[in-house]
Structure formats: C-alpha cells, structure tokens
C-alpha cells in the first residue's frame, strides 16, 4: 500500500526502466564445445571438456544450433537487421568463473540490430519496447561462497546465451513484468529455451531512473541485478522507483549504484562497485570465423518462423468469434493454441463451446499432469467427438467431464467407452419415470416439503435421480417428470 | 663420426621398419644413445643462470617420454610380426616442441606457470604423427609461451645449443626442435611458426624447416601465442621427410574453426619433377633491413650478410640452370611494415591469450595462504612468468588499452592487408609477375653466440623482417639449408609461394637438395656429433 | 622527447595485466617499453588509404574453404576427473580459491 506521499510522488514523477537479459538457448551441446548444454543440478566439474574449462591450447568451435535458435528470436523480435556477417570479439577480464580470462562474445558486429516488442497490458494498453541490438555469447561457470574460500563450478561454462538490451522504454515495474511474461512465453513458443528463471534460463538486470513529467533527459540510472523470478523483478523496481522518490524529494543525487535484491527481507542493498572502470579490450576473436548468414540459410530459418503469439491471438478473436479472454488463454501456450485449432477444425459446432472445455476441464488436466497440451493421449479428434455427444444429449455433461479422464487414460475412442460402460444418457421415459417412483417413493419428508411450498427442493429430486442413474439420466426430461409426479 | 640409425631420413626409417629391415625399437636405441651423448643436463627452472660447462651440449629436451616412446616403438614392432600396417610414418622418432599439449605429459610452454601442467589431452597434430607411426621420444625447449628468436627465454636452462657450435643460438622459438632434429636425436620435430620461429631455426641449424599455409595444419593443443599467425609445422633434415610429415599432419579437423577444408595434395608424387619452366622471383626488399632510426626517426637500410646474400643468388644460378626462369627486381614494397604490424597484432593476442594463466585451474599457483584472490593472480603471474613474457603482455595491454582512441590493433590489421596484397600481386598468374615462388634468405645473419644479443631489442626484432610477412599474408614458407658462413655456421634461403602451394614450395626445395647433393658442404657434420 | 608511458600508466597497464613487481623490475620494464614504442610509432606513420580493409587472417576465409558450423551434438568428456586433478587445490570435485573481498556487499 502506497502511502499518501508516494502516491503523490509516483504522480509527479515519471519512471524509465530498461531491462538487460540473457537467455540460455535450449539446444542439445555448449555454444563453442560438444559438452551438455543443460547440466542443472549435476555434481560439479563433471560436464567439462578441455575446451569449456580454457585449457592451454584449445579453441571453440561454433554450433550451428546457436545461429539458428539466435536467428529465430530475432525474426520474432521484428529486429531491423539480420546481419549477413557478424563477428565474435573477446572481452577480456580476470573472474574465478571465467576459465580463459576472456568471454567470447560479441561487441560492434553482433548477430541482429535493432528489434521490437509490443507488450498489451492488462488494461489493454499497447507498449512498443525497443531493443538495441541482439547477440550471441558463452555463459560463464558457478561460484559459491564457503567462509572465506570460494567453489569453483565450470558445468556452466559455454551454455550458449542470447543477450538483448532494451531501449529505456519500460515505464512501470508492471511494464517491466509484462515485458519478462512476454519475452518468456515467446522463448517457450519459438522452442528455444525453456526460460525458467530460478534455473537461471533466462536472467534479468533492470535499469531504473526517474525524471520529472514532462523533462525530456535521462537521469542516473541505477542496476538492480540477481533477481530470480518475474515476481521479485516487480518488487525490486517498485522498491527502487520508490526510494529513488524518496532521495529526490529529500534533495539528494540519485549516484549510479548496482544494487542487489534480496528476496527473503525484500530489500535493496548497495553492492561494492569494481575498484576500476573495467577495461574489457574488446577485439575481434581471432580464432572462430565471421558468423555468416546467406540468403538461402535465413529464408530456409524464416519459413520456420511460427506464427507469433499475439498474432495468434488476435487471429483467434477474429476466426473463432472468441473473447479476448478466451484468446489469452488459449495462445498462452504453443501446443495448447494448437489442440484448440485442431479439435475445432474436426468438430461441427461453435469454436466457443471448444475453448469453454478447454479452458476449464482440459487445461486442469494439464496442469494436474504436468504435461503438454500435445503430450495428451486425449487427442483433439477424441475431445471434439465428446463435445458432439454431449451436444447431442447422447450423453449428460457430467458424463462428457468424466469421459475426458477415462480417453485420457486409456487413450480409446470415446464412443467406444460410452457403450462398453453402458453411459449412454437415459432418455427413456418409461425408465425415467421408474427412477423418478422410485426416489419420490424413498423420500416421503422432501415430498412433504415440496408440496409445502419449497420448490427450490426440485434440485435436490433431480440429484438424486442422477445418483441412481449414475449421472445418465436426462435432466430436463427427469425434471420435467418430477414436477409432474409431484404435483398431486 | 659415422652414420647412426638415428641419423637416417625418416622416410627411409619408415621404409625399412615397414619392410621389416628394420626394428623400431632398434632405432629407439639410437636415439636413446644419441641423447645421452650430446644432451648434458636436464633443463630446468631452479637454475638461475647456465655455466660455461652447459655451453658444450645440446639440452634441446625439457622431458624425453621414455616410457611412451618405448610403449610406441613396441606397438609398431608389434604390428608388423602381426601382419598389420604399423603407419606411414612407422617407427620415425619425433620431438614436440613443449608449445604443444600431449597427454600425459608435462607441457610446459617453456615457462614456470606450466611446469607442473599434465596435459588431459594431445594436440591434433601430435595425434596424427602417433597414429602414423611414429615415436614421441620427447617435448623439446622453446622460448617461453613462443616469445623469442633464440630460444634464450626459456625458463628451463641452460638454453638449446646449436648442434653446429653449441656456444652460439640454435634459434628460436623452435630451438629445440631444430636442434634435436640437427643433432640425431629426433628425424621429425612438431613446432611453431609465428614470426618465423621454424624457419629461422632451421636456417641457424642447417636443417629443413616447413611453415605451412595458415589453417592448413590444425592449432588445436598448440599453446597459443598470437592465434591469427601461430602455425604448426615440421623441421626435418631434408626436404623429402617435409612432404611425408605433412601429408600426416595437414587437414581439417573438428576442433579448430580455422583449419581448411581442403583437401591436401600429396607433395612426394611430384617431389623431383625438377623446376623447368616455373617463374622464380627475387626481390631487393628482402635483401635488406630496412628500418627508422630510433633516435632521429629517419629510415636506415642494413644490407643483410654478405655471404648469405651470395647463397641465395647461388640457388637462383642452380634454379636457373635446372630450366627455371629467375625474375629480379620484383617489389615488394610493404615488407619493412611486417615489424611493426607484427608487434601489434601479436601483443595484443598474446597478452589476451595468457589470461588464462591464473593459478587457478591448472600449473603453478602462488603458494601460501592467500586471503585475497586478486593478490593471488597478481602473486602467481608474477613468479611464474619470465621477463620477456611480461613485457609482451604489458605492450599488449597498452596497445589495445589505447585501442579505444588510437585503434592500433584496427590499423595492424590494415597494414597486413597491405603486405598480403604484396604477395597477391607477385603470384597472380594474370599479373605483371606471375610467380610460382619468392626466394629469399631466410635470415640477415647466421647464428650469433648465447647471451650475444638478448631481449626484444631492435635488432632481435628485426631480425625477424624476412621471416614474418609470410606470417601476416598467411602463406607457406620453406627454409633449406644453403651452405657454412665463414665461422663454420649454417646458412639459410627461403621460398615463400602462394596459399597451399606446399607441393610447390617442397618441389623447388628438393630440386636444390639434388643440386646440391655432392657440394662439400654438405659433408661437413654439425660440430657437436663430430666430437663423438 | 617526453616519455610515453609514465609511471602511472605503467602501474595501469601492470594493473590490468594482473601482474605485480618490485621497483628494479618495474623500471626496467617500463624502460624497455618506451623504448619499443618505436615500433608503435612507425605503425602510425604508416601513410595508407583508410578505407583499406582489415586482414583478421592472412589466408581469405572463403566459402570454399571454409569448414562448416559444428552439428548440435553432445560428445561426452572423458577427461573430466584429469581436468580437475589438474587443479592446485580441490574440494568435493569443486575448484577452491580464495575470495574476492571487493565483493561483499555493504
């Protein structure tokens, strides 16, 4: 809760985020070796090569893996240009977890310039971030502190990272957050990294300054770094936004601090700068080629662009008469945007009914099974023939919600299961009535009840019918019966 | 001092090892009792400074692999009773100049700050000569990290001797490789050719040495110095042993970017098909030293020795009369840049390559209880490092610190633009010259004596003028050996040819070798394998 | 003429080099570093058209001969245990050094 004086502050002044973040690409070995690209949790210095670890003597090879998931991510960015030669460069400096005492990675001749990303906020606002450029570069090892010693972990070392550096365009923490949720699901739905950010996969320092509404220049920004997760960058920069009001209106200078955030206290604190400027004595790396894309190899990568997200989703209000809610949720994810259009494109009636079984019943599915819309055994063909048996009344709806578990499990037919099971819905009037005697006959009070005036109770008549025709009995009809009986 | 078995060419050790004339193991032997004969003391870096004593013998090895060698040369003794092909190279005892990583073993880079490294893997280069055949019989001294013309910088004294009067220089980097390869103890040896430390070694010890074309040998497990101009390649006693090593050596490999993906032709087919017809180059550019007078700024001009000028002319009479056609006066007018392109481009690589050299994953880390990690990298460099490497890394900081505002690598790099395009013109077969090759002396003077010139001052610097524009165009060198100065020292020539031309190059180089089979010259012995 | 690298650069450069060295050393160094400028100097005062492009290779990386990209395959190490036995100092296979105390946070 703001307090009136930052309510007031957050009004008179306005805030610039940007946002710097790498991404660890999802392929199968390290950018520059043949090592695992994912060793997450696996004893240390046991996914190591001469190469990863800066023996004497050794020297990177390139994965072409690397070019094409960068190239993708930058197709998806509208990036301005795909350069047809980059060039790797060194930059050099002393770190534990830094084997050759230099990074390979790309300085004045990176993969991409330029790029954007519009953000539709929950408010349905559009925000069009820009980014500056986009390159490739190797992830450095693990440190870990012990007392006054530190562990040296080099699995890490060679992960590929794409860095992309956003132009200060972010102008709230809620912005920045859209931007992470947006910058993540594209990741997932391009297939190029599972951007998981407590393991590290995709990493986020934020640049955070204020300046009077209405001014024009940039104020000294300050750099919040380790925050692990899209929450805690939320918090961070509120935080800061917040103290930065606080240290101008006491009169003081914002000083270009890097900052830490920790989560546990939820709190800033100020980390020791480096003793020096760092002089990093970028040069071209001399030991890997130009990185170059023809025309063949960037059209071939460009018809594997898949249709964006949000395209999706405005396509999908516009085809399927959907809401944007429905959209939202239904182009979250790749493989879900998927099954939907594939069960819609078997099934006869209203894309609506299709996203309402999806949205709700399904997708609890998923999320219970902790799997992909894709990995369902349930495939679309079987959940559009479930919606069309429900609507034909073949069967009730509480027997469609069962019937998703049941084809999910044994992955058949679901008409098959309905006549193996007996599940048809009753809608035989004579067997109808005979249930319906028969609950009226075992329950003399509610009868009373009913005839007393309460003809809400009709409700708990029909549930009971259900429960001894386990759920197949037709309820209008049942219903309808019921009053009739009733009545005398 | 009559002929050993470890004095026979490698091609025929291979030959008759592979006919069964021959054991390995019997040729092992020989080099075995070589070595004991002409080594002396083991090198090693608790030595301050060498006596006068250490001024007789060779001291090219800093480890001899026994064991390994002895395992190899049993294998392919092995192979043959079995019926099976023991290599090309089978048999051939090999030195590895210590710039290179083999498994196993110590490799050092001549310097403190690997002494104690044990190499996880082997060089490429290294594994194809082993696979061949052939036996590693030990990692020969260089200059340290390869920084040096004289194999003087090495942190394992006493340094290399040369073969031919082991008071004097055996040359550098690659002085150990060219001296054991002088000196019976190795028929092949693997080393380095950044600025000419193969060709100008070789020249100083009257033996073979090849730089083949940049990225035609694989850099993979060579310790790097300058990466854009390190190169591996051979020193042999003769040309025809050049041709078969690099057939082993050369090729594309996996784990060097920059190794080519073009096929290699076999040299040794075409070896003696004579020089009749090819177009042959000289050029008044490499027949003298031209550089600014560090006082006044003004360029001087310091004509390279005499008598090595007369050999280079003699072997252009010998061409000539074999029917090739010697062209004179060709331009070269971007040679005397090589110097200071050279400087930068290598400071700058060399100094980010040796970052790596921290105490922390490997070698020698400073000992004590260091609290602070940065005083420990700084503690470790500090001792572990010879002066010589220092001042390349701090040139190389302050050439590429100054590289915002100045831009001197850029520049460098322009410049050998210019120097490439000096040997562009000479061999292309459409323009004014159409070379096949340049020749030229491979160094301005012979040997010199130990501790005579030392450090990296002017004329050590430029002593390397003839040698290092073939570095900066990327293209093959061939140094030969030519004749004796006057002191009884060996006397180099050069031919530089166009990219992948090695074929080439060996073919002109075999094509004096026959000439010159029955000069006197060539029956005077390098003086140290006299004395026995 | 005025000396180009001072003192202060010289302590820069051995900075950045992450070196250390007595007065004698250091004198000497820096001497023999003013004294190759030199070759630095002759670069400079090369005259030639700036539009002249950079060589990073003396040998043009043509497609031609060009190796390709390495395929995204995982080569399993088997060096991995020489790789850490390499180390100066070890603990439960992670590599040990001291710390960097500019690090800590205030």
Redesign the interface.
Known sequence: MMTVKEDLGMSKYESIIGLETHIQLN???KIF????ADSWKE?????????C???????????????EKAVLLALAMHVDAIQAESYFA?K?Y?Y?DL????QISQYDEPLALGGTMDLSMPDGELVRVRIDKLHVEEDAGKT??QG???????NRCGVPLVEMVTGPDLRSADEAAQYLIRLRQLLRWLGISEADMERGQLRCDANVSIRLKGTEELNPKTEIKNVNSIENVRSAIEAEISRQIREVESGNEIEAWTL?WDEDSSTL????S???EA?Y????E?????I?ISKAWLDEMKSNLPELPLERRSRFIKEYSLPLYDAEILTEERSLADYFEETVSVYTGEPKSVSNWLMNDVLRMIRDLGIFASELKMRPHHLAKIIQLVDSRSITNSTGKALLDKVQESGRNPDEIVEEEGLAQVSDEDTLKLLVKGVIDANPEQVEVYRGGKVTIIGWFVGQVMRESKGKADAQRTRAILEEFLKE | MSEQLCDLPAFVVAQKVRSGELKATEVLESVLTRMDQVEGKTPSSSYERFEEADLEKVHAFVTITRDRAWSQAEAVDQAIRAGQDPGPLAGVPVSIKDIFCVKGTPSTAGSKILESFISPYTATPAVRLEQAGAVMVGKVNLDEFAFGSSNEASAFLPPVGNPWNPAYVPGGSSGGSAASVAAGEAAISLGTDTAGSIRQPAAFCGVVGLKPTYGRVSRYGLIAFASSLDCPGTITRNVTDAAHALNVIAGEDPYDATAVKIPVEDPVPRLEAGVKGMRIGLSPDYFQLKYPDPESGELREQAISKEIADEVYRAADYLSGAGAEIIEDVPMPNTRFGIPVYFVISRVEAASNLHRYDGVKYGYRFPGDEEDLRQLYRETRAEGFGTQVKLRILMGMYVSAQQYEKGYYEQALKVRTLIRQDFSRIFDQEGEYKLDCLLTATTPTAAFKIGEVYGDTVLMQYADLLTVPCNHAGIPGLSIPAGLNGEGLPIGIQFLGPDFSEASLLQVGRTIEMLTEDAEWRKIKPQILETL | MPEEITREIFDHLVDLAALEMDEEEADYLRKELNNQLDAIHELEAIEFDPSTPVTSHGVPYTEAISSALREDRIEPCKEADEIVGQAPEEQDRYIVVPDIPAEELQ
């Open positions: 392929t199968h070995s070796c043949g090592c695992k004893p240390p210095n046991t996914n190591i090569c001469p190469v670890t800066g023996l004497p003597g050794v020297l990177p090879t390139l994965n072409e893996a690397v070019v060194r050099n002393f534990p084997p050759k005492g230099y870990v502190h006054n010693r530190r562990l040296i972990d080099f830490n604190s100020k980390m020791r480096k003793e020096t002089d004595r970028y040069f071209r001399p030991d890997l080629l130009p170059r």
